[in-house]
Antibody, heavy 113, light 112 residues
């Protein structure tokens, strides 16, 4: 059974940093591109970015480019999202997803002073 | 960036009624490899999204066959043939042909 479990969310101040994790199980993690998607409270879905199988290629949405970094550790079956210079508009639930077919439950990040 | 325009924003349906949702893209979603990467998702209240349809018309495993997808190029449609109570939620189209990938704004299905 494919399982994705996000963690690391919380409350932080504008300009701060946070690192989210997504632990994967039930499939060969190193064979798949992985994605992060976020959803602001009461709003729609927004694609954040993706990372290639071995981490050599990443693509990002313009709204977070140069502030967020996606990485992975295939030995630990873990996907990461390093968030920096956060803004109030980054407040959202952050989901990791395998090809939009499998999703975690999400982790809530709140940016507030 | 590709803009996906979903209509209608809300739908109210009775049990058994058939409904359709439109997703129009600002540019063709036909990839150079011949595939069209247009998916449909359902997000039930309080839940993460669930994949219903991928590659325009392919039904994800375990999804009831009352759901169907069609379209090509820039115009796509999700049809529910006989709405059931469990179908309530927000439906999203999402394209992964052109980076950055983008979602439609969603269609909320309410059950009368």
């Amino acid at each position: 059974e494919v399982k994705l479990v996000e963690s690391g969310g919380g409350l932080l101040k504008p300009g701060g940093s946070l690192k989210l994790s997504c632990v994967a199980s039930g499939f060969t993690f190193s064979n798949y591109w992985m994605h992060w998607v976020r959803q602001a409270p009461g709003k729609g879905l927004e694609w954040i970015g993706e990372i290639e199988y071995d981490g050599t290629e990443t693509n990002y949405a313009p709204s977070i480019k140069d502030r967020f970094t996606i990485s992975r550790d295939n030995a630990k079956n873990t996907l990461y999202l390093q968030m920096s210079s956060v803004r109030s508009e980054d407040t959202a639930t952050y989901f990791c997803t395998k090809g939009f077919a499998y999703w975690g439950q999400g982790t809530l990040v709140t940016v507030s002073s | 960036d590709v803009v996906l325009t979903q209509t209608p924003p809300t739908l109210s349906a009775t049990i058994g009624q058939s409904v359709s949702i439109s997703c129009r893209s600002s540019q063709s979603l036909l990839h150079s490899n011949g595939n069209t990467y247009l998916n449909w998702l359902l997000q039930r209240p309080g839940q993460p999204p669930q994949l219903l349809i991928y590659l325009v018309s392919r039904l994800e495993s375990g999804v009831p066959n009352r759901f169907s997808g069609s379209g090509s190029g820039t115009d796509f449609t999700l049809k529910i043939s006989g709405v059931e109570a469990e179908d309530l939620g927000v439906y999203y189209c999402v394209q992964s042909t052109h980076a950055p990938f983008t979602f439609g704004s969603g269609t909320k299905l309410e059950i009368k």
